[in-house]
């Protein structure tokens, strides 16, 4: 190449190569992630159904929706903290931990900005007047 401007034109085109590399190279890598990330439980009767321990928050007005929806009171766990959780969540139902949480949304989305590598939010179960909205957290498969 003996012009500036051949010179220009191939460096410019070097940087769209590259460009376009690592956006379709970022592109994949996040289809593949978003496929392996499926829920251990993907339904809170499967919890009932199981007779599996499930962890909700102290001091949340959650402890009476799960009685009105027949857990075994002797099935459920109470945790105070996010890192409480995520270590009860990591021992699972049969290692003396729980099988899934009940969390409030919002306080949800503070947990799963903290541990979302390992953790889901399956599926709202119940929406009460005004703040509260109850939603169930399961352990991510990856």
Not at 44 to 67: A, C, R
Not at 95 to 120: D, H, R, V, W
Request: aromatic share 12%.
């Amino acid at each position: 190449m003996v012009s500036n401007l051949a010179r220009f034109v191939v460096i410019i085109w070097v940087f769209v190569v590259l460009i376009l590399t690592q956006s379709y190279t970022a592109n994949l890598t996040s289809l593949l992630t978003v496929q392996q990330l499926q829920p251990t439980i993907t339904d809170i009767n499967q919890l009932i159904k199981n007779g599996e321990y499930v962890g909700y928050q102290g001091g949340s007005f959650v402890l009476p929706i799960l009685k009105k929806m027949n857990f075994d009171e002797t099935k459920l766990r109470v945790y105070d903290t996010a890192e409480e959780c995520d270590i009860l969540l990591s021992k699972g139902s049969a290692n003396g931990g729980i099988a899934g949480a009940i969390f409030e949304i919002p306080y949800m989305k503070l947990f799963l900005g903290q541990y979302c590598s390992k953790y889901t939010m399956v599926e709202s179960i119940y929406k009460t007047d005004g703040f509260g909205f109850v939603s169930f957290l399961s352990l991510s498969l990856s």
